[in-house]
């Protein structure tokens, strides 16, 4: 990748970031990193002992969008204006959590709908279901596992790295919860199902040495033909802690990915050895500088790419409630949604918290560049550049109902080359924004004592 496009993610992602700053809004909550700084918000703050809950969400809304290209599907032509109208918005789930001194368990389910007013498609729904845990087999053996359903339409949402993490660790293993799509990022009207199951193994050898396993399947429709997208991998290996916060990794992982019927499959071959560092910086207990490193193989049956990977994540703490965290993301991606993988770099930012304990303001910019598939030549047009800003301000009207405003810009750019699905258009800029009321029910909450017979 060139030092010039390099820069542009970099100005890009900057940019985006001040323009949500500025806005004094926010897409996604900045969770606090210690255990010392509970959430303080007044909506949607349930007890975090051990016990049981299940809960009931719902949300409604209004607002404008400057591009609904689901209105004329496929139309690329830059000279065709984007039309702008109103849009609605309704979602609703269902979660259940319990959680005690063995490990944790999730079941939810979520579904959301999107209105065009007047418009030719009047509406676009997605459906989504999971269920994943967590459990510790001993004091030194955990293992985990997820198997998740969703029902949307196509988007590139995956060509945003969703975190950065480090290295496994069980006991803060954020559980998967049924989620609904980013409407903004939808590319067509054309839903598809997919299925994703994971399972995992960690193993305490002594506290310096710690062993892990995991495998993933990921099954999905595609819109290039009628079989359907299949990658599946697994991965092991040691990570040797020479001080607190930094370790040493040695592993391999293999990935294997099948795209259309006959074709040659893509095997991913990751050469796990690296460094993982996570630790408190020394002038401030709260800034903390999270980084890992790697490198890869991939090969589509000819040719063979090898590429280093890694990330890195700083986060800062600012007084009792706000947070400030920036990542990089340097890796690949089998997407369902293209006929190849992708490499990527990726640059995302992100400022929220809280004015008081009702009013709560959250942003967040994400930026990725990078090319389809893993031919070196120079003339073949298959790069991309991906940007989104997010905002949102919202305010508790009590524990249960929260009112909010939102603002969303969305921006791809792929090369003349590359092979995108039926009705998807090259080029969009898109701009949206709303307001938003939501709903939380906890139906049922049961908070079980530390001392309780397990």
Do not use: C
């Not at 980013?182 to 199951?197: E, G, M, P, V």
């Not at 099954?219 to 916060?245: H, I, K, M, N, V």
């Not at 910086?281 to 991939?298: C, P």
């Not at 598939?373 to 919202?394: C, E, H, K, P, R």
Request: net charge neutral; glycine share 8%.
């Amino acid at each position: 990748m060139s030092l010039v496009r390099t820069s542009v993610l970099l100005s890009a992602a900057l940019a985006l970031g001040m323009l949500s700053l500025q806005a004094s809004l926010a897409s996604a909550q900045v969770t606090a990193v210690r255990p010392e700084r509970p959430e303080r918000g007044l909506f949607k703050n349930p007890p975090v002992e051990d016990g049981d809950r299940l809960d009931l969400n719902g949300s409604v809304g209004a607002g404008l969008d400057d591009n609904i290209l689901l209105d004329l599907p496929g139309v690329s032509d830059p000279r065709v204006p984007a039309k702008s109208g109103s849009i609605a918005t309704a979602s609703g789930g269902v979660s259940y959590n319990t959680t005690n001194s063995r490990g944790r368990l999730n079941a939810s389910a979520s579904s959301a709908a999107r209105y065009y007013p007047g418009q030719p498609i009047e509406h676009v729904t997605s459906h989504g279901a999971s269920l994943s845990g967590v459990a510790l087999l001993t004091d030194r053996t955990s293992i985990y596992g997820s198997q998740s359903a969703t029902y949307q339409p196509f988007t590139f949402s995956l060509m945003f790295p969703t975190s950065f993490s480090p290295s496994y660790d069980p006991e803060s293993l954020p559980l998967i919860e049924a989620t609904n799509p980013n409407f903004d990022q939808a590319a067509t009207r054309t839903k598809y199902l997919s299925f994703l199951t994971t399972a995992g193994v960690s193993r305490e050898f002594s506290k310096r040495t710690t062993f892990s396993a995991s495998y993933h399947l990921d099954r999905s429709d595609t819109a290039y033909g009628t079989e359907p997208f299949t990658s599946q991998g697994a991965s092991a290996g040691f990570r040797f802690s020479l001080t607190r916060g930094l370790g040493l990794r040695a592993g391999y992982g293999y990935q294997q990915a099948e795209y259309t019927l006959g074709a040659e499959p893509f095997r991913y071959h990751n050469i796990d050895l690296g460094v993982d560092y996570s630790k408190a910086l020394s002038f401030s207990r709260r800034t903390k500088l999270s980084f890992s490193t790697g490198s890869s193989a991939i090969n589509d049956g000819s040719n063979t790419r090898f590429r280093a990977i890694g990330g890195a994540q700083l986060n800062h703490e600012i007084g009792r409630t706000w947070d400030a965290t920036i990542s990089y993301d340097r890796s690949f991606e089998f997407v369902s949604t293209l006929l190849q993988p992708i490499l990527y770099d990726a640059l995302t930012a992100g400022v929220g918290g809280l004015v008081n304990r009702r009013v709560r303001v959250q942003t967040s910019a994400q930026a990725s560049i990078g090319s389809i598939g893993i031919g070196d030549s120079t003339a073949v047009d298959n790069d991309f550049d991906m940007y989104q800003g997010n905002a949102t301000l919202s305010f508790a009207l009590s524990r249960f109902l929260d009112l909010g405003a939102t603002y969303s810009i969305y921006r791809y750019r792929f090369g003349a080359d590359a092979v995108l699905p039926p009705n998807v258009e090259r080029n969009v800029d898109r701009q949206s924004v709303s307001v938003y009321l939501s709903v939380w029910a906890p139906v049922y909450s049961r908070t079980r004592r530390t001392n309780a017979t397990r």
